[in-house]
């Protein structure tokens, strides 16, 4: 398994316990929609992707990436991946999938 779908596991464990009442839902989105009456319904592990170069992760983030693994971004839910061989940087993020009621 690569990096980024183990913590996109890890987060989604996370979201389950919290669907099972063991925790406490923290992922500021997700809250939101608990909030206004939504169910969990299910897991997208690959919800959202962004691809770029490194020079534009750079711009994006403000960070610079000297070597080719995984980075810490803020506000992102995983790593980016970054591979220097390939002027790459990749980030694949996971999410669920809400139920709300119709009223």
């Given at each position: 398994?690569?990096?980024?779908?183990?913590?996109?596991?890890?987060c989604?464990?996370?979201?389950?316990?919290?669907?099972?009442?063991?925790?406490?839902?923290d992922?500021?989105?997700?809250r939101?929609?608990?909030?206004?009456?939504?169910?969990?319904?299910?897991?997208?592990?690959?919800?959202?992707?962004?691809?770029?170069?490194?020079?534009?992760?750079?711009?994006?983030?403000?960070?610079t990436?000297?070597?080719?693994?995984?980075?810490?971004?803020?506000g992102?839910?995983?790593?980016?991946?970054?591979d220097?061989?390939?002027?790459?940087?990749?980030?694949?993020?996971?999410?669920?999938?809400m139920?709300?009621?119709?009223?």
């Amino acid at each position: 398994m690569c990096a980024w779908a183990a913590a996109a596991h890890r987060c989604l464990d996370d979201v389950a316990r919290a669907r099972a009442g063991s925790i406490r839902v923290d992922v500021g989105g997700l809250r939101t929609h608990v909030r206004a009456g939504a169910s969990f319904a299910v897991p997208a592990l690959a919800s959202q992707r962004v691809d770029g170069t490194i020079a534009e992760w750079e711009t994006w983030t403000g960070l610079t990436f000297p070597d080719s693994g995984d980075y810490v971004v803020e506000g992102a839910l995983i790593p980016v991946s970054i591979d220097r061989a390939a002027d790459r940087g990749t980030i694949v993020e996971p999410n669920y999938w809400m139920r709300h009621p119709i009223r």
